[in-house]
């Protein structure tokens, strides 16, 4: 298989729920968050007040809620890099906006004992896929039926040219009115948010 044909077909199981590639997709990617966080990560406050382990696991968590909502086209690894490393680093813009963090005493930081890999882990708990299903459920229930029926589309992994063909509509209005709709959920939710307008 070549590695574009890999590529699509891991991004596809990821859509489809498929934990195996939910746990190598962390494999492969999470160093590479890591690493964006850690070159962010310059201001010796933010450095004490702020665990690149957090920031990755609450990435990661928000990227696989949207990729299984079908609000990603990701063709090559290299553009999967991209948006990863850009949601790293708009959630270390808005935690690094709390003042709390500033002020947050570094005696107190506990090490997270569990790592990235905690929500994401092939042997995490069964009362954790749980979890990560029930908050894909709150997605859903949150969404327009006009939403959800464009995050149902997307996970069956139709492109946004045959929605658009199907039902009205350009394709990149199509993406645009799921994009707003997940970062109005995930605002609701306390989740981070993705600008990429």
């Known amino acids: 298989m070549s590695e574009e044909n890999a590529f699509a077909d891991l991004i596809r199981r990821v859509r489809a729920g498929d934990q195996d590639a939910a746990v190598e997709l962390v494999r492969q990617y999470e160093p590479a968050i890591r690493r964006a966080v850690k070159i962010q990560l310059r201001d010796h406050r933010l450095r004490r007040a702020l665990d690149a382990s957090d920031i ?97 589309q997307r996970t069956k992994g139709k492109q946004w040219a045959d929605i658009a063909a199907e039902n009205g509509g350009s394709p990149e209005a199509l993406r645009k009115k799921l994009t707003r709709a997940l970062d109005r959920v995930a605002g609701e939710l306390g989740l981070e948010e993705i600008r990429h307008d």
């Open 56 to 152: 990755c696991q609450s990435v990661l968590g928000n990227f696989f809620v949207r990729a299984a909502l079908g609000q990603f086209d990701l063709e090559k690894p290299e553009s999967l890099l991209k948006l990863l490393a850009t949601m790293a680093r708009n959630k270390l813009a808005t935690k690094a906006r709390h003042p709390q963090v500033v002020r947050r005493d570094y005696r107190n930081i506990e090490a997270d004992s569990q790592g990235p890999n905690a929500l994401l882990a092939g042997d995490a708990s069964p009362s954790q896929h749980a979890a990560r299903k029930d908050l894909l459920a709150v997605v859903r229930q949150r969404l327009t039926e006009e939403e959800r029926y464009l995050a149902e």
